[in-house]
């Protein structure tokens, strides 16, 4: 019997929350399938996205590198082209890589043209896709103003609605992104509306949606008979709107919304960057108690549902025979405040922000040993790219992909591994550099984080923050308020210094070939700032040696 092909399930989930998982502690809320995940494989409990917004974050988990390198530092920036992703990597190791779901990814459409890319080549249109081939896109936000659209690309779910019997030019927000109140549309777009039931059939919605595509790819390659693959599966919820179908809208209640973890002294003589945050338009909804009581149990219905579809997913691999084949990664490109530390939304670095769920089953006998545990390395989104490159049964490109190759972990082995963990968010683009008056190269925020202390260095001359999560695991005590030479400061400044000094750009050449090259021009003849010919080996010298052969003249 031939062997099956090895595939990977790479799931993620738009703005989940690390602790939102009831295998991650959570008091009321039950995933039993994140769980029956995670009973199976490792959970990770330090792994930090390389961004908090969700597109710089996507393409350093695509190509594998960090914000700093790639540069698509925020929603809307293209991703250069010619940078290589995991789609490029895996395909040099024979496998194929597929998109369901959301990359919030922008083409390099300059780029493109200018080096004659056509974007409906096979070449083109990968680079136009985060490395993928697609088999739906849906980044999910179909928002609709005065000016048209917030996506101007053809949604595959709006036009599955509309084959569904739901009216409209825009039925995703008609029908799944509101409710119906006595009549009138209750937008998802205002949070007083996030405890009713959206106005569509449950089994209609995204997340359902978007399991049953997941299920159709994975049938159409098992007709196929090809392989292997790689499906990033990647839904929008439960990132905001924030409403959810009956009956997941009540399944949950205010009594289930924890006090939220915030502090006075968080406001006093804040940060500017986090005091600017603190007063924008989404912290101050979230500061209200009543905006929490309705978003946070709509925020973990959402969750809920997605724990169903992902029992969907599992039960077809499980009734295919496709578990003992198949590595399945469930994460998250970033967290949600939910109005913790005065804050909604993502953007800074308290764990509820910049950690990120990590899950992975890994199904080969080499990880018996380590099934059912938890791992609380320091691991990084860009992990990821290198741990499917090596599934894939490729030598991991060290010269490209910046993470680091998490199968040792998964194999019960203690490797040597990094001291600090990065992550970069640059706001440039928001409200708030224009309410500092910085320039756009002056509002980028940088965190280093060594497992006790994190630090948050902000460019355009403003003081750091520095916290120990060991003493004041809530994050509440800004340490340079008190202690503005406190000595953490040079230690983790020196760790952003040897960061900064990473090998990033040398894309073309790896090390290998570079000691492969070591005194190959020797042997081709280029013998240059040689005294006598006595300090190279005689072969180098049989080309210019001998009796004299020019006969010019004569």
């Given at each position: 019997m031939a062997k099956k092909p090895m595939n990977i399930l790479f799931v993620m989930y738009d703005q989940l929350r690390f602790d939102y998982l009831s295998c991650a502690g959570h008091p009321h809320l039950h995933t039993p399938n994140f769980d029956r995940v995670a009973a199976k494989g490792v959970r990770f409990t330090n792994a930090y996205a390389q961004s908090t917004i969700c597109g710089a974050s996507r393409m350093s988990f695509y190509t594998g590198r960090y914000v700093h390198s790639h540069g698509a530092a925020w929603n809307g920036f293209p991703l250069r082209v010619g940078e290589q992703t995991m789609g490029d990597h895996l395909r040099t190791a024979g496998m194929e890589c597929w998109l369901i779901g959301k990359t919030h990814m922008k083409a390099d459409a300059e780029g493109m043209a200018r080096l004659g890319l056509n974007p409906d080549s096979e070449i083109g249109a990968r680079q136009a896709e985060c490395g993928f081939d697609v088999w739906h896109r849906d980044d999910g936000l179909w928002a609709q103003g005065p000016d048209g659209f917030y996506d101007e690309k053809r949604s595959p779910y709006n036009e599955y609605l509309k084959t569904k019997g739901?009216?409209?030019?825009?039925?995703?927000?008609?029908?799944?992104?509101?409710?119906?109140?006595?009549?009138?549309?209750?937008?998802?777009?205002?949070?007083?509306?996030?405890?009713?039931?959206?106005?569509?059939?449950?089994?209609?919605?995204?997340?359902?949606?978007?399991?049953?595509?997941?299920?159709?790819?994975?049938?159409?390659?098992?007709?196929?008979?090809?392989?292997?693959?790689?499906?990033?599966?990647?839904?929008?919820?439960?990132?905001?709107?924030?409403?959810?179908?009956?009956?997941?809208?009540?399944?949950?209640?205010?009594?289930?919304?924890?006090?939220?973890?915030?502090?006075?002294?968080?406001?006093?003589?804040?940060?500017?960057?986090?005091?600017?945050?603190?007063?924008?338009?989404?912290?101050?909804?979230?500061?209200?108690?009543?905006?929490?009581?309705?978003?946070?149990?709509?925020?973990?219905?959402?969750?809920?549902?997605?724990?169903?579809?992902?029992?969907?997913?599992?039960?077809?691999?499980?009734?295919?025979?496709?578990?003992?084949?198949?590595?399945?990664?469930?994460?998250?490109?970033?967290?949600?405040?939910?109005?913790?530390?005065?804050?909604?939304?993502?953007?800074?670095?308290?764990?509820?922000?910049?950690?990120?769920?990590?899950?992975?089953?890994?199904?080969?006998?080499?990880?018996?040993?380590?099934?059912?545990?938890?791992?609380?390395?320091?691991?990084?989104?860009?992990?990821?790219?290198?741990?499917?490159?090596?599934?894939?049964?490729?030598?991991?490109?060290?010269?490209?992909?910046?993470?680091?190759?998490?199968?040792?972990?998964?194999?019960?082995?203690?490797?040597?591994?990094?001291?600090?963990?990065?992550?970069?968010?640059?706001?440039?683009?928001?409200?708030?550099?224009?309410?500092?008056?910085?320039?756009?190269?002056?509002c980028r925020l940088f965190m280093v984080f060594d497992g006790r202390f994190k630090m948050m260095h902000a460019e355009g001359g403003l003081r750091p923050m520095l916290f120990d999560l060991q003493n004041d695991p809530d994050e509440f005590d800004d340490l340079v308020k008190s202690t503005p030479d406190h000595p953490m400061l040079e230690t983790l400044y020196g760790h952003l210094a040897t960061w900064s000094r990473r090998m990033s750009q040398r894309v073309t050449i790896s090390d290998d070939d570079i000691v492969a090259k070591r005194g190959r021009s020797l042997r081709r003849g280029v013998l240059p700032f040689l005294a006598d010919g006595s300090e190279v080996p005689e072969e180098l010298l049989e080309k210019y040696i001998g009796p004299t052969r020019q006969k010019h003249g004569e």
């Open positions: 739901y009216d409209g030019e825009n039925p995703w927000h008609d029908y799944a992104n509101a409710g119906d109140d006595a009549g009138s549309i209750a937008s998802g777009w205002i949070f007083a509306n996030a405890d009713k039931p959206a106005n569509i059939a449950e089994e209609d919605s995204e997340t359902p949606w978007l399991t049953t595509e997941t299920i159709s790819f994975m049938e159409q390659m098992r007709a196929r008979g090809t392989g292997p693959w790689c499906a990033h599966v990647s839904y929008i919820k439960p990132h905001w709107p924030y409403i959810v179908p009956a009956p997941y809208n009540d399944m949950f209640g205010p009594n289930h919304v924890p006090a939220a973890t915030r502090h006075k002294k968080e406001q006093e003589d804040a940060q500017p960057v986090f005091g600017a945050y603190m007063h924008n338009k989404i912290a101050q909804a979230f500061q209200r108690d009543e905006v929490r009581q309705k978003v946070i149990p709509a925020y973990m219905g959402l969750i809920k549902q997605c724990d169903d579809q992902l029992g969907r997913i599992l039960d077809d691999l499980a009734e295919n025979g496709e578990m003992d084949s198949t590595m399945i990664v469930l994460t998250s490109d970033h967290g949600d405040y939910l109005g913790d530390h005065w804050l909604g939304e993502k953007d800074l670095f308290h764990d509820q922000s910049v950690k990120i769920p990590m899950i992975i089953y890994d199904p080969r006998p080499a990880a018996d040993a380590t099934r059912g545990t938890t791992c609380d390395a320091l691991v990084e989104a860009i992990d990821l790219a290198a741990t499917f490159t090596a599934f894939a049964g490729a030598d991991v490109p060290g010269h490209i992909l910046e993470g680091r190759d998490l199968t040792p972990w998964l194999s019960g082995d203690v490797p040597a591994w990094r001291a600090f963990a990065i992550s970069e968010f640059d706001y440039a683009s928001t409200p708030v550099g224009a309410k500092l008056d910085l320039a756009p190269r002056d």
